[in-house]
């Protein structure tokens, strides 16, 4: 007697995801490059991949995306050296060469994707503010009912989404996001290291607030935890720990 998968692939259709990275920028705080997040970016591939899912990378600007030096498992600080699964994709000279020639989400068309995954990084909360055709697409796509993910410091997106009543698409609506329990924990480690004064923060402005602020139910489960939560057909994931989370919510979603 054979089971039957409750989420069988279908290799003649199969799902297929938009992963946005945000381009590259300098941190108006820092005056650092900043960048996405390599596990937010392969974890999540990875996760798609085996379920038989096609992917495809976009940026704000398209081409080349750059990622936080901390999230490489080759930088010397070994910060994300246990990061196999990153490594992974670094070392594999085809999956690479994606991050060099991400497309334009001007040319991202909510009719041809089943869901849109916002990773994060630093760079979202100095570069989303005039993303304002991710911030309409994004909202497209959960108007339209189609599954749309944010992850870490890519919930900053969800600051600008408006829905087409011009109400904060996550008033009323459950969330997660980078924690201030983890901001406090990373300015607490900079200045530490003195790579940055005390006092000063490395975020602009905080997730967890401004979630808050706009009427969202802001959850989260702990520092470092690896959690994402799902309300209706919109999902998002607390921090770069969160990409396996957040992208089996949005399987689950997507019906396997």
């Known amino acids: 007697m054979s089971v039957r998968d409750p989420n069988p692939l279908d290799s003649r259709h199969p799902k297929r995801v938009a992963i946005v990275l945000s381009s590259p920028a300098i941190s108006t705080t820092t ?119 944010a992850l870490c410091h890519g919930v900053a997106l969800l600051r600008y989404a408006r829905l087409s009543s011009g109400e904060a698409l996550v008033k009323g609506r459950t969330v997660t996001g980078f924690a201030n329990i983890e901001e406090d924990f990373a300015d607490q480690a900079v200045w530490e290291m003195g790579a940055l004064t005390r006092g000063t923060h490395l975020m602009p402005w905080r997730i967890e607030d401004e979630m808050r602020a706009l009427g969202a139910n802001y959850v989260q489960a702990g520092l470092w935890r690896d959690f994402a939560v799902r309300d209706g057909n919109l999902i998002t994931g607390q921090q770069n720990f969160s990409g396996a989370a957040t992208a089996r919510l949005v399987i689950e979603a997507l019906g396997g």
Do not use: N
């Open 31 to 149: 005056g650092w490059p900043v960048g996405f997040w390599w596990s937010e970016l392969t974890h999540p591939w990875l996760a798609f991949r085996e379920r038989g899912y096609e992917v495809v990378l976009y940026s704000p600007a398209g081409g080349r995306c750059e990622a936080d030096s901390l999230s490489d498992p080759r930088d010397p600080s070994r910060y994300s050296d246990t990061d196999l699964i990153s490594l992974g994709f670094l070392s594999t000279p085809k999956l690479a060469a994606l991050v060099e020639a991400t497309r334009p989400v001007s040319e991202l068309s909510v009719d041809g994707f089943d869901a849109i995954v916002v990773a994060g990084g630093q760079a979202p909360m100095f570069t989303f503010e005039k993303a304002t055709e991710l911030q309409r697409l994004f909202v497209a796509f959960f108007e339209a009912g189609k599954v749309a993910a």
